[in-house]
């Protein structure tokens, strides 16, 4: 790679269990992809059911530790992990860059934006606060506290391999649990270097624990996690269908679940807009990460009256801003690779079904080997209609499907024509318009006039089959803790 690691005993393949850094007893092991060509890069352990189960154990007598530690220890604990992962931006960045082929400038900031969660929960630690309620009965007191919860196993996906690390186990971190950790077995080398930082942190052993295992054994590895009465409560980032299936499994055992799925994001630019920052707003949402966020717009409404014009400066901008090139470690380049052969393929055959049903695509439009197998340029598309393919499920790669639409009841309709409902966009130069359609979006986050809704101080969260639970804020680490009322009497 055109890197040199500048703490190479970062990059390591092995698991951390319990405080100790294992492999498979069985010896299996499955590789780790590099996006850029297809090469493997590594063999992770793919670790047995009972290996997952000594590890959720472990992490259950690290609880009986660990609730123990005063909340500014465990502050200060986390401080260290955040200092250690600062000090380590450029060798995870690098990490991200090799496992997820995201241009070495666009890692550094989604390593960034994975530090700032751990800011925010270290602070967090020390506000974790009960409260007192006036009780009718006479000579009674209640009182709240709030309790960590216990094991929380944590699966986590692909697209941001930093930053999903520490808006899981940070806030129950923070909150006093311990954490079984399964990243996807697409990215597990950012997770085996956070956990390396978080040894050296100085928690006691069994707090976090890092598992890797093959595609071929999740589910199996995933039924543990949801059926061991140890594990208190799951927390999952990926698809709606896996979300679904995890939620399930949990329901038998009335088991907490956090779940952050899938998103149809509509991005909605009404005739008074201001165009130039509706396109920048749109690349930023659109064409960031490749078009392979939750977050990212996928269903574009725009006003009839503005829908050329739009079209046009769209294009126009996407040629001066997304900077490809032929190596992702150059400094300048700002568009990456999709993750994976099946990324380019489900985005590819968006395309095709736009077109059968007589979209038009203006710019990209076809994978585009020249920088490798899986890279897909942008792509622009117009006279897209509503009942094409995309609408239906997220595409999750950097096509702009442009849909013309004429009211405000329309679009609204349309956009909430979907069963998930995570991030929407809007742009508008009317107050009115921002706030009626703002509060008639079914979403969980809106931006009005931007096309960025996720830092770490905000609530991350979805409606309807987008999840359950909120990421991030103070909110977050509430999901982590059990509210427990204590009565006094005899007063
Ligand atoms: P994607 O299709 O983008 O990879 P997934 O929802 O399949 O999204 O994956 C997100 C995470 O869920 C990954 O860590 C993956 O390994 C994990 N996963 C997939 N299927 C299961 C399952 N049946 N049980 C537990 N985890 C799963």
Same mark, same amino acid.
């Given at each position: 790679f055109e890197y040199t690691f500048e703490d190479p005993s970062l990059v390591d393949n092995r698991c951390f269990v319990n405080g100790q850094w294992v492999t498979a007893a069985s010896k299996k092991s499955f590789p780790v992809h590099d996006p850029v060509d297809d090469a493997v890069v590594c063999l992770v352990p793919d670790l047995s059911v009972a290996e997952v189960r000594d590890a959720i154990k472990a992490a259950e007598d690290a609880f009986q530790i660990f609730r123990k530690v005063p909340h500014r220890d465990r502050r200060f604990m986390l401080r260290r992990w955040g200092d250690l992962i600062k000090a380590a931006r450029n060798d995870l960045a690098a990490l991200c860059t090799i496992e997820l082929g995201k241009p070495f400038s666009e890692s550094l900031g989604t390593v960034a934006y994975g530090i700032d969660y751990l800011d925010w929960f270290e602070s967090e630690c020390e506000r974790i606060y009960g409260e007192t309620i006036p009780a009718y009965r006479r000579g009674t007191r209640i009182m709240t506290v709030r309790e960590p919860q216990g094991v929380v196993a944590a699966i986590t996906p692909w697209n941001s391999p930093v930053a999903m690390i520490t808006r899981k186990a940070g806030a129950a971190i923070a909150a006093g649990n311990t954490v079984v950790l399964k990243p996807a077995p697409e990215t597990p080398l950012c997770a085996i270097a956070m956990a390396k930082l978080f040894e050296r942190a *100085?928690? @006691?052993?069994?707090v976090l624990s890092v598992i890797t295992c093959s595609p071929e054994s999740t589910p199996t590895i995933g039924e543990e996690l949801c059926n061991?009465?140890?594990?208190k409560h799951l927390s999952f980032t990926g698809s709606t269908a896996v979300g679904k299936i995890l939620n399930t499994q949990c329901a038998r055992h009335i088991k907490k679940t956090s779940l952050e799925l899938g998103g149809n994001a509509p991005f909605i630019v009404f005739e008074d807009a201001n165009i130039d920052s509706a396109v920048d707003g749109m690349i930023l949402s659109k064409f960031r990460s490749s078009g392979q966020t939750c977050v990212c717009a996928n269903r574009i409404f725009i006003h009839e009256q503005i829908y050329d014009e739009f079209a046009n400066r769209l294009k126009t901008r996407v040629a001066e801003t997304i900077r490809p090139s032929a190596s992702v470690w150059d400094p300048k380049s700002n568009f990456g690779p999709l993750y994976a052969g099946k990324g380019v393929e489900k985005v590819q055959r968006h395309v095709d079904d736009a077109v059968s049903r007589g979209a038009k695509v203006i710019l990209g439009g076809k994978a585009d080997?020249?920088? *490798? @197998?899986n890279f897909y340029p942008p792509t622009i598309i117009t006279g897209s209609k509503s009942n094409m393919l995309f609408c239906q499920e997220e595409t999750f790669g950097p096509v702009a499907c442009l849909i013309p639409f004429s009211t405000q009841e329309e679009v609204i309709r349309m956009a909430n024509d979907t069963d998930v409902g995570l991030a929407g966009y809007l742009f508008t130069e009317n107050i009115n318009t921002l706030w009626d359609v703002a509060e008639a979006l079914q979403v969980g986050m809106v931006g009005c006039r931007v096309g960025l809704v996720s830092a770490c101080e905000q609530p991350f969260s979805g409606v309807k089959e987008s999840g359950l639970g909120i990421e991030g804020s103070s909110h977050a680490l509430k999901e982590y803790t059990n509210i427990k009322s204590i009565t006094l009497g005899g007063l």
């Open positions: *100085g928690f @006691p052993a069994g061991n009465k140890l594990v080997h020249n920088y *490798g @197998p």
